[in-house]
């Protein structure tokens, strides 16, 4: 091999653990979001969260939905969406035992660690 060759083969492999690591940011992990009943947990039957990288929250990436028989939602709601790092816009629905809701919709930063969202004020009396 001649030592351009040499070179380009060297720079070559040297790009590719960068871009991996660059482009890892952006590749979905799994995070793990603690949306906070805590006191008011009793009142709480339905918990709907909805996830969207756009700030206006237009294109919602993730949604789901946890049930509880009345009295029965624990204080700390554990979700562990599969989303890359970034920026989010998260809608939360709370409905209480007399199916009254109340939404909260917060922007939220996710990196990869965990993050809690306190709704607590917000759960229907």
Same mark, same amino acid.
């Given at each position: 091999?001649?030592?351009?060759? =040499?070179?380009?083969?060297?720079?070559?492999?040297?790009? =590719?653990?960068?871009?991996?690591?660059?482009?890892?940011?952006?590749?979905?992990?799994?995070?793990? =979001?603690?949306?906070?009943?805590?006191?008011?947990?009793?009142?709480?039957?339905?918990?709907?969260?909805?996830?969207?990288? %756009?700030?206006?929250? %237009?294109?919602?990436?993730?949604?789901?939905?946890?049930?509880?028989?009345?009295?029965?939602?624990?204080? =700390?709601?554990?979700?562990?969406?599969?989303?890359?790092?970034?920026?989010?816009?998260?809608?939360?629905?709370?409905?209480?035992?007399?199916?009254?809701?109340?939404?909260?919709?917060?922007?939220?930063?996710?990196?990869?660690?965990?993050?809690?969202?306190?709704?607590?004020?917000?759960?229907?009396?």
């Amino acid at each position: 091999m001649d030592r351009n060759r =040499v070179g380009r083969f060297i720079l070559g492999a040297a790009a =590719v653990p960068l871009a991996v690591f660059l482009a890892g940011e952006r590749w979905p992990k799994d995070q793990t =979001v603690h949306y906070v009943l805590g006191g008011a947990a009793e009142r709480v039957e339905e918990v709907d969260a909805r996830w969207s990288e %756009d700030a206006r929250g %237009d294109d919602w990436t993730r949604e789901v939905s946890f049930r509880y028989p009345a009295g029965r939602a624990p204080r =700390v709601v554990t979700h562990e969406p599969r989303l890359p790092d970034g920026e989010y816009t998260v809608e939360i629905e709370l409905v209480a035992a007399d199916l009254e809701h109340s939404v909260v919709r917060r922007q939220v930063a996710l990196r990869g660690g965990v993050t809690s969202i306190d709704v607590s004020t917000w759960v229907p009396r």
